[in-house]
């Protein structure tokens, strides 16, 4: 019987099709949407997770995420350093200077400085130039993006390509001269600011003059210290904020969530993604039905039992949700292949895929429970009236 | 078989649709034998109660009050479930307007109550064929329905009918959307195929022209068998 459910499913082509395209957009738009959402929020952070070698950050307890900077005394580094169990702690700057192009245009940039000795916190991956080369006078490295977008000089001719900042280049930075040493590579950052790596001393002296400059502590524990431990001593020996990276990345985001629009925005066309694929879906399944009936009734008089029109109909239902969550997830993942390398934050993780597989259960539950009801109410007799 | 030669024994049997003010009575206390290896005819006007009463001995229906008795059966102290059953192994349906899955092909169309009944695909199609063969369809198996002309589909249904063997076969207007002919010849292939001693017909019928085809013709009005006459069959 469960096939010829499945006839009566697929014979009907417009149907069929109108179903799964229902289905397929529905998984697709919730894909997407909360592929674009995981993106962006993973933005906020990125700053995080491209600097891996610090254990703990520490930080002004005022400060609610990453680029919510209150800069510390630089004396608050020496106390970090003495607390138990700390291995290393070096200085960051982080900060939006004003740059001042070649061709005169003025960029904000995210200037990051880094402890002069060690030169921890680097950018991850190297295009072109090292790291060490920022040991030279007046040095910077800038991001590949940054360099070939924002900092790019625009040609003179209209309607001419922009030239991407290169190695030799040079910028002013709060009228001070920068020089490019480097290419890197960065993650994306929320605000889309180029990035600029330097010294720590190199970007004090960018930085407009204030008492405190130092942004963040990062922190290296001794072998076999627990994180979170060392977090809770830094923070109860200083009286200053200690976060494990983590932890720093869960305040960035959590504070994101709360503070921006950008849950509600993702969420309602998350949502209208399931109500539009539930209409469509559970309208075009109850119209199959309903231009079913009289097959569903004939079966019923021949002795069909509810339990096994029930399992026929849950079948049918079963294959388009399938099928349509395929083609859905298929598309919002070539969507995400094909927007590779554009600015668009796309992040596909496997909890989406269980959320839009939850979706499309709860749609194909939906759709066929209307359908279910009409067909078990069905008296066999209405038959001889059809 | 019944002990006393009737497949369905009908007594005082009554049925009303709605309630209050827009009660209709369908059946007022209708007493009806249907005999083992008859053809029998329910005509009278539209609206009489006949197509009730098919539906109430066929099991798809429950009746108000009085007694119905199916092979020695009664349906009144059947559950809904154990009419189910009783339907899926005893009784086959021809409609007015054939009923038949259009997605399906004839084959399995006809195979369907023997699916229902539990039985292997291949050997529900290989049945299915044997009956095919039968009503002069053999070579129509993997045709679909709305391919075939309207009595080659009321000989499809014929087929279904009879597929799994069934006691009592119940039709309803099988040849009202026939031209006469064609009514002819489904009317012959159903008491041909179809009539046997271990087996009774109820055919519900407007149409006049294949009342010589019934072994009695119960006319009904007004929810009340009236008359219950014999007739000659021509086959």
């Known amino acids: 019987m469960y096939l010829v459910a499945l006839k009566m499913l697929v014979g009907d082509r417009g149907k069929y099709l109108g179903l799964i395209m229902g289905l397929t957009f529905a998984a697709l738009l919730i894909t997407q949407q909360s592929s674009i959402f995981t993106g962006l929020m993973t933005r906020t952070f990125s700053f995080i997770n491209d600097l891996s070698q610090p254990d703990i950050w520490v930080m002004d307890p005022k400060v609610q995420f990453i680029d919510d900077v209150k800069p510390l005394q630089d004396t608050e580094l020496l106390r970090v350093r003495g607390v138990t169990g700390v291995e290393w702690a070096v200085p960051l700057y982080k900060g939006l200077l004003k740059a001042r192009l070649q061709d005169g245009n003025f960029q904000i940039v995210n200037v990051l400085g880094l402890d002069d000795a060690t030169l921890i916190g680097g950018p991850p991956v190297m295009v072109q130039g090292s790291l060490a080369d920022l040991r030279t006078q007046d040095s910077i490295i800038v991001d590949e993006v940054g360099a070939s977008t924002r900092l790019a000089r625009r040609s003179v001719e209209p309607g001419g390509g922009a030239t991407p900042l290169g190695v030799g280049d040079a910028l002013e930075i709060n009228d001070r001269r920068a020089v490019v040493v480097g290419i890197c590579r960065v993650s994306r950052t929320f605000q889309s600011q180029p990035v600029i790596y330097t010294t720590y001393n190199r970007a004090t002296t960018f930085a407009p003059r204030e008492r405190k400059l130092l942004s963040f502590i990062l922190v290296k524990g001794a072998e076999g210290m627990d994180p979170r431990e060392l977090a809770g001593r830094i923070a109860r020996g200083t009286g200053l904020a200690a976060y494990t990276a983590d932890a720093f990345k869960r305040l960035t985001f959590d504070f994101y969530m709360r503070n921006t629009g950008i849950p509600i925005n993702f969420g309602i066309a998350v949502t209208l993604g399931f109500l539009i694929g539930t209409a469509i879906a559970g309208q075009t399944f109850y119209n199959f039905t309903l231009e079913h009936l009289r097959y569903f009734g004939t079966l019923k008089a021949m002795g069909t039992t509810n339990g096994v029109l029930l399992r026929m109909i849950v079948l049918q239902a079963l294959v388009v949700g399938v099928q349509g969550y395929g083609l859905g997830i298929g598309g919002a993942a070539l969507f995400g292949y094909l927007m590779r390398g554009t600015q668009l934050a796309f992040r596909l993780v496997p909890e989406i895929l269980i959320l839009a597989g939850a979706a499309i259960v709860v749609i194909v539950t939906l759709s066929a429970l209307i359908s279910v009801r009409k067909v078990m109410k069905l008296e066999p007799a209405i038959v001889f009236k059809m | ?235």
């Not at chain 2, 019944?2 to 007594?11: P, Q």
């Not at chain 2, 539209?46 to 197509?51: E, P």
């Not at chain 2, 045709?143 to 597929?163: D, E, H, M, N, T």
């Not at chain 2, 068998?225 to 069959?233: D, K, Y």
């Open chain 2, 1 to 235: 078989m019944s002990s006393n030669g009737a497949a369905v024994v009908l007594r005082g049997v009554t049925k009303s649709y709605g309630s209050g003010s827009s009660r209709v009575q369908a059946l007022r206390g209708v007493d009806l034998d249907v005999r083992l290896g008859e053809l029998l005819m329910l005509v009278g006007p539209s609206g009489c109660g006949k197509t009730t009463l098919i539906s109430v001995v066929a099991a798809i229906l429950d009746h108000d009050e009085g007694e119905i008795t199916v092979f020695d059966r009664s349906l009144g102290s059947m559950s809904q479930l154990q009419k189910t059953r009783f339907r899926r192994d005893n009784i086959g349906f021809v409609f007015q307007a054939y009923n038949l899955i259009p997605t399906l092909t004839v084959a399995e169309n006809v195979a369907i109550p023997l699916l229902i009944l539990g039985s292997r695909r291949s050997a529900a199609l290989s049945r299915a064929r044997d009956m095919l063969d039968a009503v002069g369809l053999g070579d129509k198996l993997s045709a679909f329905p709305p391919a075939l002309s309207g009595g080659q589909q009321q000989r499809v249904a014929i087929a279904r009918a009879l597929v799994n063997d069934p006691r009592l076969i119940v039709c309803d207007e099988p040849t009202s959307a026939l031209d006469a002919d064609t009514g002819r010849l489904v009317m012959d292939v159903l008491r041909r195929s179809a009539l046997s001693e271990s087996r009774a017909l109820m055919i519900v019928t407007h149409d006049n022209r294949i009342f010589s085809f019934a072994d009695r013709i119960a006319r009904m009005d007004d929810g009340r068998i009236t008359l219950v006459e014999p007739q000659v069959a021509t086959s």
